[in-house]
């Protein structure tokens, strides 16, 4: 009960409010511990980030990109850049985040878990802001798809 | 002819430039001087000077789109990096990313360092812009820090 009323206290900050009113990002779907967050690249295009916020607060969030209609992990849903990108972003083959804020990542690397690095005063923008550094800092190695027509 | 370009604040007119200009003078003509006078791209005079929305091209002839007057919106930013400050006045129509690449050219920021840099309201601490939108108006001059995020430990290859 307490974590789904820090999630939904979270969802409710000026921090959430503020990435919306800046174009970074906006909720789509929130179902139990279930978010569907649209995430907007620097170019334009957006990609639909699924997170898992079971014992929010307590336990990391697990993210990963899903096709907007399906709402199935496939590679057309994730971003892709250079090997840089693709150090945190799996798009390849796995389709995970590798960070120590990501659930997924901490299965990959146990000893990230002791850190409890997720344990943000606003575990949600934490995520988010991590998210948005990738798609909009050229220095994190998001390449945008090639535009057709 | 004679025109007058003013550039304005929020809180009035910072100052009217005048040029004198033959009727086949370019746009882009009378915009790479006002680009050399208030150390801005062409492109973003270029921007100021469409009217009610028409798109201007750079050949077109000046007095043709400007008449005898024309205004150039700005916006005061007070830049921060580091232990640096510096003041420009933007356009108003100019993105976010205009101030970031105008800050890294003034604080002599590397080009890679530069792209892992990104603005803050405020304070350093403060929220995020995203520089793919406008700057905008504003009332008194906007306090923007130039930011290097922290490092996101990953796992590597896998």
Redesign the interface.
């Known amino acids: 009960m307490a974590a789904a009323t820090n999630l939904e206290q979270d969802l409710a900050s000026s ?1 959430f409010a ?1 990435g919306v009113h ?3 990002w906006e909720l789509v779907e929130h179902t139990g511990a279930i978010l569907f967050i649209r995430m907007y690249a ?1 170019e ?1 295009r957006s990609y639909l980030l699924s997170l898992n916020a079971a014992s929010y607060g307590e336990e990391p969030l697990e993210g990963r990109f899903v096709d907007f209609e399906s709402r199935q992990v496939v590679a057309s849903a994730w971003p892709q850049g250079n090997s840089v990108f ?3 972003v ?1 798009f390849k083959n ?1 389709f995970f985040i ?3 804020e990501d659930r997924a ?1 901490i299965r ?2 146990p000893e ?1 878990r002791a850190l409890e690095e997720w344990k943000k005063p606003n575990q949600l923008v934490s995520y988010l ?2 998210v ?2 990738l798609l ?5 190695g998001y390449l945008p798809p090639p535009t057709t027509g | 002819m004679k025109v007058h370009v003013k550039v304005e604040e929020e809180e009035g007119v910072l100052q009217t430039l005048e040029y004198e200009l033959l009727p086949t003078d370019s746009i882009n003509a009378l915009a790479a001087k006002l680009a050399a006078d208030l150390d801005e791209p062409v492109a973003d005079i270029l921007a100021d000077l469409g009217a009610n929305g028409s798109v201007v091209t750079a050949d077109m002839p000046a007095l043709d789109v400007l008449h005898a007057c024309a205004s150039l919106r700005r916006v005061c930013i007070e830049l921060h990096f580091e232990t640096e400050t510096i003041t420009h006045r933007f356009s108003q129509k100019a993105k976010w990313e205009r101030v970031h690449l105008f800050g890294c050219k003034k604080f002599a920021v590397a080009d ?1 360092a530069c ?2 840099l ?1 603005l803050h309201e405020g304070t350093i601490d403060g ?7 406008r700057i905008g108006p504003a009332n008194g001059c906007r306090t923007i820090w130039l930011v290097k ?1 922290g490092p ?7």
């Open positions: 921090e503020h800046q174009g970074f620097a334009g693709e150090q945190w799996k796995d590798c960070w120590q990542g990959q690397h990230w802001n991590f948005r550094r909009h800092l050229k220095s994190r | 890679d792209a892992n990104e929220p995020v812009l995203n520089e793919q939108k995020p996101e430990p990953n796992g590597g290859r896998h």
